[in-house]
């Protein structure tokens, strides 16, 4: 799909759970040519190359679309970053909609947003109008009641956030279309970085509505962005382990050529290489549970380190650097009794460390 597009940086630095919209609330204000600004706490953009087009910025998230005869533009209400965190340093990031979607053609109604270092444009998509994006296809996602496709395209020679550049494309692209719900953003993030779709420093995250050479109309009634707190996209067990719900990393039994403590930037362990791991045995009273691990990277690239349970892989932290941040793993099914859980390097290619700090189970 062909896109055209201009940012304006809007530097914001997060160091606390967000959830927006803010307090003040400004009246309704419409806009037909190309925009950026603030309002109630959401970055708005509009932004066409050709066309007739209207925004209407209601309060909060909430705002509508008018489109026709346009070759490209999109509307959308979010939050802009300073490109220096990446999205596990933020927190944990989900949008709760509503809205109503009349695409009088080729149209999304997604989240849409970008990352620098790698420079990525990425779309979770939760309706289309007469063409459903598809790609190379990765794998897929089930979160939030329903299954997305997971696609990667490269766009060559194109305009992009830094000027023209060739990059990827992200998308998550749900098989069932729906115009209300939950979008745990952080499910699809971590989904892209297993699938070997590294994410980079966050740019930006917005509920957009996007028309491509088409007319049609959208009005999304409410819009509600969350920065920080806790994983989205599983139940949390109410049933914690029958002994204990979190292990510090220096108290459980290291082994590998490398593996020793460390004191900065917490007082935890660290795994250099390849087979260094840590390990303890817990015991379950019940079969699922989700497993949080406080962790980091020692410089800015992907630190990953694996969770094992009895012998088997059940999924991997992500660290994308060198702040401790919690990457969460939900609803890991495992056996009960005695089990032997292990946190292991098996990915290092030699230009990251893993530190680790402690193991929380829920």
């Given at each position: 799909m062909k896109q055209k597009r201009m940012r304006l940086l809007l530097t914001l630095f997060i160091c606390f759970v967000l959830t927006i919209p803010a307090v003040i609330v400004q009246a309704a204000?419409?806009?037909?040519?190309?925009?950026?600004?603030?309002?109630?706490?959401?970055?708005?953009?509009?932004?066409?190359?050709s066309g007739t087009t209207s925004m209407t910025l209601n309060s909060g998230g909430a705002f509508s679309a008018q489109w026709s005869n346009i070759g490209n533009a999109l509307f959308r209400k979010g939050k802009k970053f300073d490109s220096t965190k990446t999205h596990s340093q933020l927190g944990n990031i989900s949008i709760n909609y509503s809205a109503t979607f009349n695409p009088g053609g080729n149209s999304y109604l997604c989240v849409y947003g970008w990352t620098k270092d790698p420079l990525v444009e990425y779309y979770i998509v939760d309706s289309w109008g007469t063409y459903r994006p598809t790609g190379t296809k990765k794998g897929t996602i089930t979160v939030d009641g329903g299954t997305y496709d997971i696609y990667e395209t490269t766009r060559t020679n194109q305009p992009s956030i830094i000027g023209t550049a060739t990059f990827k494309q992200y998308w998550?692209?749900?098989?069932?279309?729906?115009?209300?719900?939950?979008i745990s953003v952080s499910e699809h993030f971590k989904k892209w970085e297993s699938l070997g779709m590294p994410m980079g420093k966050m740019y930006e995250v917005a509920l957009t509505v996007e028309g491509y050479q088409s007319n049609g109309s959208a009005n999304v009634t409410s819009n509600t962005l969350t920065i920080g707190g806790s994983t989205g996209g599983g139940t949390t067990p109410t049933t914690p382990p029958s002994s204990g719900t979190k292990k510090?990393?220096?108290?459980?039994?290291?082994?590998?050529?490398?593996?020793?403590?460390?004191?900065?930037?917490?007082?935890?362990?660290?795994?250099?290489?390849?087979?260094?791991?840590?390990?303890?045995?817990?015991?379950?009273?019940?079969?699922?549970?989700?497993f949080s691990l406080r962790g980091a990277s020692n410089n800015s690239n992907m630190a990953k380190v694996d969770l094992k349970i009895g012998g088997q892989t059940k999924g991997t932290f992500y660290f994308g650097g060198s702040n401790p941040a919690v990457y969460t793993i939900n609803n890991v099914s495992h056996g009960?009794?005695?089990?032997?859980?292990?946190?292991?390097?098996?990915?290092?290619?030699?230009?990251?460390?893993?530190?680790?700090?402690?193991l929380e189970i829920q």
């Open positions: 204000t419409t806009i037909n040519s190309n925009q950026t600004g603030t309002q109630d706490g959401y970055d708005y953009e509009l932004w066409k190359d998550s692209v749900r098989t069932s279309q729906r115009t209300s719900g939950t510090e990393a220096e108290s459980m039994t290291k082994s590998g050529q490398y593996t020793g403590n460390i004191s900065s930037p917490f007082t935890g362990v660290a795994l250099y290489a390849n087979n260094d791991s840590v390990k303890y045995t817990q015991n379950f009273t019940t079969g699922t549970h989700n009960t009794g005695n089990q032997e859980i292990e946190l292991v390097v098996t990915s290092d290619d030699g230009t990251w460390d893993a530190y680790i700090d402690y």
